[in-house]
């Protein structure tokens, strides 16, 4: 059992920056590919980015390469979201979520699909004004 809490949401103008962490419960976090998605008023929920078990590995949605970087701190049992350069289009609640898999790197098919991950964290609020 794994749980997640986000932290780090806001209000920011745009062209600004936000770090969002993601806090796990448990002593195996070390085994969990991470993600994070997003869902925005009246869209379906959206993969943003993804990271491996040791954090070796990393992938990103289009619309958010090079100005978002996913990174973990297994000491930590924290997952990072750094953003820059943030758009109101990234207006959305951001969740984190948890994929058991142990040693291993998923397929990026699998990373983007929100039903890969067992956990999920409660979300957290960032808003991009113009």
């Known amino acids: 059992q794994v749980q997640l809490v986000e932290s780090g949401g806001g209000l920011v103008q745009a062209g600004g920056s936000l770090r969002l962490s993601c806090a796990a419960s448990?002593?195996?976090?070390?085994?969990?590919?991470m993600g994070w998605f997003r869902q925005a008023p009246g869209k379906e929920r959206e993969f943003v980015a993804a990271?491996?078990?040791?954090?070796?590995?990393?992938y990103y949605t289009d619309s958010v390469k090079g100005r978002f970087s996913i990174s973990r701190d297994n000491a930590k049992n924290t997952v990072y979201l750094q953003m820059v350069s943030l758009k109101p289009e990234d207006t959305a609640v951001y969740y984190c979520a948890a994929d058991y898999s142990p040693g291993t790197v998923r397929a990026n098919m699998r990373r983007i699909a929100a039903a890969a991950y067992e956990y999920w964290g409660q979300g957290t609020q960032v808003t991009v004004s113009s």
């Open positions: 990271i491996s078990w040791s954090g070796g590995s990393t």
């Open positions: 448990g002593r195996t976090f070390s085994s969990y590919a």
